[in-house]
């Protein structure tokens, strides 16, 4: 992950968002200020940086501690998915997963109510995941559990690296669940008394336990990883926006007419905001680059001291 860049797109996502909002003077259930909620996603964008790190950092397993797994060692309720390994599953869950966190803000634009306050709305979707990849990330990048296909043949180069021992908690279910309910919650908060509103939760619901019964597919998480990804995600996505909410009743009737410009621009955001979750779980999951101490003499004799870069091709 490149945390220069990323926190780079974040200020030009709020920047571009909020202040245009708060020229309209669109109603709102929501209060937000850009000198309070930058620094903060600044910040938890600063902790996903360090979770990224502490997964690079972490001990491989070798090929003893593969070979000492023992599936009675699993507690009962995640016996069933050990050994469990398929790629079509994990291409599926990828898809159900990064599709999602580029439909939401996408389909939030095209929200009539969302419109006139858009900027805000992105700001807080960017907030509310970013407070999710710093949970996941400081946790995978401190927690060790092996993933469920080291307990049969498959995964080939998988097999090792720190990728291997990131199992807890479920990264897509959890980030997948932040973004649907998050959607949810805001289309409350802007349509209150909607009667699409149970079907909005009820997909809000389904999508991330979708992705979760493809992880487990997969061999990539057991079902308790997937549980608690399920429940960090929905608890961060509903709680980040109630906690903006103001005392205002929100009344649709001032909601100024939209535009469909301006809504294309919000794909456009959606879609950005997919490839950023994109590059950060290709960081996540290892390019082969690392960085670490190196010293020696060289081919004079004199001795040297620094850090080398390199990458595993």
């Excluded at 939209?258 to 290709?282: C, N």
């Amino acid at each position: 992950m490149k945390p220069r860049s990323t926190l780079f797109l974040a200020g030009a996502f709020l920047m571009g968002g909020l202040l245009p909002a708060r020229a309209q003077q669109a109603p709102s259930p929501y209060t937000t200020r850009f000198a309070v909620e930058a620094p903060i996603t600044a910040g938890l964008l600063g902790l996903s940086a360090t979770g990224l790190l502490l997964v690079q950092h972490k001990r491989t397993a070798t090929e003893a501690d593969l070979a000492a797994l023992d599936r009675a060692n699993i507690p009962a309720i995640d016996r069933f998915s050990a050994g469990r390994f398929s790629e079509r599953a994990q291409l599926l869950s990828d898809g159900f997963c990064y599709g999602t966190l580029a439909l939401v803000p996408a389909l939030l634009a095209f929200q009539p109510n969302v419109h006139g306050r858009y900027g805000q709305v992105a700001g807080l979707y960017l907030e509310t995941m970013s407070s999710t990849a710093a949970l996941f990330t400081l946790t995978v990048g401190t927690v060790y559990r092996y993933r469920p296909y080291l307990y049969g043949p498959d995964g080939g180069e998988l097999r090792h690296g720190p990728v291997a021992t990131d199992a807890f908690f479920g990264g897509h279910t959890a980030h997948t669940a932040t973004a649907t309910f998050f959607a949810a919650q805001v289309f409350h908060d802007f349509n209150p008394g909607s009667k699409a509103g149970p079907y909005v939760w009820g997909v809000a619901a389904a999508v991330p336990a979708v992705v979760a019964y493809f992880r487990v597919q997969a061999g990539k998480h057991f079902l308790t990883d997937n549980l608690v990804g399920y429940a960090v995600g929905a608890t961060v996505g509903i709680m980040v926006p109630r906690l903006h909410r103001n005392d205002t009743v929100f009344d649709p009737a001032n909601v100024p007419p939209q535009r469909f410009l301006d809504s294309a621009v919000g794909v456009g955001v959606g879609t950005a905001a997919g490839l950023v979750a994109l590059h950060f779980y290709k960081r996540l999951h290892g390019t082969g680059v690392s960085l670490g101490p190196a010293q020696g003499v060289n081919v004079n004799g004199y001795a040297y001291g620094g850090v080398r870069l390199a990458r595993v091709l």
